[in-house]
């Protein structure tokens, strides 16, 4: 009989038994019992100090008034006008100072007829040297350096310096021994100081630059009529001085 059945249903040796079926029954929380401790966060790492300087926070600008605008806009003009006035009208270049003596000594003053020969003996020499456009010129209370100018233009290095010798010599003639100072000498003007009398040796390009003519001439501003000037010797009353009554009779 079992053999039967076992032929009918045959069970493979391999299937396992099923467990039993275990029933749970849910049980009933303790109010007693403590609650389990929450799940602590972790907290956030900090971002590294360069990541945080590479985004730095922006101040707000404030927007300028009606009255800052204005002053603004006059500023950022200002700059732009100078500039194109001094593009249009360049600034004129200054003139150089004239040559003059240059002095370790005061001069003294010379007796007037040692200097009408001198001024006479130069203007002799410059003639025979061949000079061009020979002027003279009586600068007396107008100048601090000298009582006259004598002015002469030569046309080449040579020419100049053969009129500064030829001077020297015509000076020693007339009793004036030059200094060994007296001479002062550029690439474009010979000076000889004379003491009241200081000659000017210019080639044409700087006579016309220092133009001592427009300076020291009778038309210059500087110039001065001689009857203008009083003597200071008491002969001729000051201002506000009342003369005396015998004087006027």
Known sequence: MEEADIARNPRPDTEAPKPPRVRSRATKADPTAEA?????????????????????????????????KARLAKAAKAPTAKAAKAAKAPAAAKPPAAPRPRRT??????????????????????????????????????????????????????????????????????????RRDATQASDDWVLIDAGDLVVHLFKPEARRLYALER???????????????????????????????????
């Open 215 to 249: 300076m020291w001439g009778p038309d210059s501003p500087s110039a001065m009529d001689p009857a203008d000037v009083l003597p200071d010797d008491g002969s001729v009353p000051e201002a506000d001085i009342d003369l005396d009554d015998d004087e006027t009779d």
């Open 105 to 178: 000594t005061p001069r003294t003053k010379a007796a007037p007829a040692l200097i009408d020969r001198l001024v006479a003996a130069a203007q002799r020499s410059l003639e025979a040297d061949g000079a061009e456009n020979i002027l003279v010129l009586d600068v007396t209370g107008r100048a601090d350096y000298a009582d006259w100018l004598v002015i002469a233009t030569g046309l080449v290095d040579r020419q100049i310096q053969a009129m500064a010798t030829h001077l020297d010599e015509a000076f020693g003639k007339e009793g004036l021994k030059l």
């Open 36 to 68: 389990p401790a929450a799940k602590a966060a972790k907290p956030r790492a900090a971002k590294p100090a360069k990541e945080a300087a590479a985004k730095p926070t922006r101040a707000k600008a404030l927007k300028p008034t009606g009255a800052a």
